[in-house]
């Protein structure tokens, strides 16, 4: 399995901007964004395959672009037009079912976890 580590959460007011990134141990078909707001599940925001396809949550369609340079092995979330309903723990995912072209977003999908960074938008 590879291994994952997040970086960039952070606070951010309504409207501003933050980007996540993920780096990977090695190489793997698809990766995704979940996040986790206290209280609630688990939540796919965003996956990527290997060949470029994507999929997102409705709720975060037209603000957040997920990204990966494979050269370095990493994932990125750009978040733009930030809400306070974004406040939650994002996790990187890796590993485990991996469709190309319609990379999931449903966490049971995914086996390999990184530990977390936390984003708060007020």
């Known amino acids: 399995h590879v291994q994952l580590v997040e970086s960039g959460g952070g606070s951010a007011q309504a409207g501003g901007s933050l980007r996540l990134s993920c780096v990977a141990s090695g190489n793997t078909k698809c990766m995704a964004w979940f996040r986790q707001a206290p209280g609630k599940e688990r939540e796919g925001v965003a996956a990527?395959?290997?060949?470029?396809?994507?999929t997102y949550a409705d709720s975060v369609k037209g603000r957040f672009t997920i990204s990966q340079d494979n050269a370095k092995d990493t994932l990125y979330l750009q978040m733009d037009s930030l809400k306070p309903e974004d406040t939650a723990m994002y996790y990187c995912?890796?590993?485990?079912?991996?469709?190309?072209?319609?990379?999931?977003?449903?966490?049971?999908?995914?086996?390999?976890w990184g530990q977390g960074t936390q984003v708060t938008v007020s």
């Open positions: 995912a890796a590993d485990g079912a991996c469709e190309l072209g319609i990379p999931s977003i449903d966490s049971a999908d995914y086996t390999t």
């Open positions: 990527i395959d290997i060949e470029g396809g994507t």
